[in-house]
């Protein structure tokens, strides 16, 4: 049994729902509260025992690498200034030598296309894609659980959560077959299809564990809904010979791709904070208060 050792982050977006933020900062880099948002899916796919990250960048995402690097001077000077727990909170989220490998999506031909210039860093095994817009929490990440159904099935598993009918148009939804305990079976599935050709309510939110035979078709798949090359185009052609499942959310997920998810992500997560939390709960009856 091959257990999935490999993840590709799709990192090359423009980010143009953060504008201006995003003219020069990579949206992967905005923070919530104090954590790159790509932290976050990465430290969910090393939580799953992934060891090999592969980022599809495009330009002006250097800062990606950097954050992903040893930066030495500031090291230094973290030693310097006896910042312990600030240094080996950097050391523990930094991935090891040779486990970050970064290629370039040279043109913004949709999701597919960037999973598909993963493909020589791929070779024959299955792999996971984790999109960062979504952040998802959990004391398990679901993504095990996907790792389990791959290894029963052999197939191609998505993550899916319900949404309401009206925003079907944002997702890639899916038609649900027989359903168990641990798996939904998928019949077909549609890119950001109308709210009344929408085969269910049940979207594909940006976690995929899939095999490699997905890349021969990703190369032919023509360019769909946007004009852009699908992944969910690439899924629905595979059907025919590759299982293919889903597994249903569980934890919490926050849509960072909009501002609203962005800002909601940011306050529950400094709620929690211990060193936050309580200040930012007065900060936000005071504004309350305020506005009233
Ligand atoms: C992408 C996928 C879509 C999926 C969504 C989840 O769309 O194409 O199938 O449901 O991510 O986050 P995007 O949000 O990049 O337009």
Known sequence: MTTVRTAVF?????????????????????????????????DEARAVGIENLIFVTGRGKGAIEDHF???????????????????????????????VAYVRQMQPLGLGHAV?????????????????????LADTPP??????????????VVLVDEVPMESTNNYGIIRPG????????ITSVVEKPDPADAPSNLAIIGRYILEPTIMDILGTTAQGTGGEIQLTDALLASISDTPFHAVRMTGERYDCGSKLGFIEATLHLALRREDLGEDVQLMIDGLAQREN
Not at 14 to 34: N, Q, W
Not at 81 to 90: A, G, M, Q, V, Y
Request: proline share 7%; hydrophobic share 40%; glycine share 6%.
């Open 10 to 42: 799709p990192v090359a977006g423009l980010g143009t729902r953060f504008l201006p933020a995003t003219k020069s900062i990579p949206k992967e880099l905005l923070p919530i509260v104090d954590r790159p948002l790509i932290q976050y899916a990465v």
């Open 69 to 99: 690097d040893i930066s030495y001077e500031l090291e230094t000077t973290l030693a310097e200034r006896n910042k312990t727990s600030e240094l080996e909170e950097l050391r523990r989220l930094r991935p090891g030598p040779g486990q």
């Open 116 to 136: 598909w210039c993963a493909r020589h860093l791929i070779g024959n095994e299955p792999f996971a894609v984790l999109l960062a817009d979504e952040l998802i």
């Open 143 to 156: 993504l095990a659980d996907m790792i389990a159904i791959h290894a029963e099935t052999q197939g191609n």
């Open 178 to 185: 027989v359903e168990t305990n641990a798996s939904i079976e």
